[in-house]
Nanobody, 115 residues
Framework: QVQLVESGGGLVQPGGSLRLSCAASGSIFSSNFMGWYRQGPGKQRELVAGMNSGGSTNYADSVKGRFTISRDNAKNTVYLRMNNLKPEDTAVYYC?????????WGQGTQVTVSS
């Protein structure tokens, strides 16, 4: 079993910053993928940023240059630094862990960008 604990969401003004954290525990495999997805009101869930245990990253075009994903493999924790936030970034952000046929979603954390 894998457990994910997310933190760091909240309300921020346009142009502001937030950092999300997701700590994984339990049966963690050294080779894995961790990332952040989001689901805005009336929208499908989409990948925001992902990073595998080897360090390769991928980002949604809409967040490139503003968001940075990083991870601490020793702590099995992935971070998402979000800068220059826009109202369209408002969504529930979900942490994801995948390895082989194992996948796990976090409970989600709300990010609201509004003045």
């Amino acid at each position: 079993q894998v457990q994910l604990v997310e933190s760091g969401g909240g309300l921020v003004q346009p142009g502001g910053s937030l950092r999300l954290s997701c700590a994984a525990s339990g049966s963690i495999f050294s080779s894995n993928f961790m990332g952040w997805y989001r689901q805005g009101p009336g929208k499908q869930r989409e990948l925001v940023a992902g990073m595998n245990s080897g360090g390769s990253t991928n980002y949604a075009d809409s967040v490139k240059g503003r968001f940075t994903i990083s991870r601490d493999n020793a702590k099995n924790t992935v971070y998402l630094r979000m800068n220059n936030l826009k109202p369209e970034d408002t969504a529930v952000y979900y942490c994801y862990y995948g390895s082989g046929n194992i996948s796990k979603w976090g409970q989600g954390t709300q990010v609201t960008v509004s003045s």
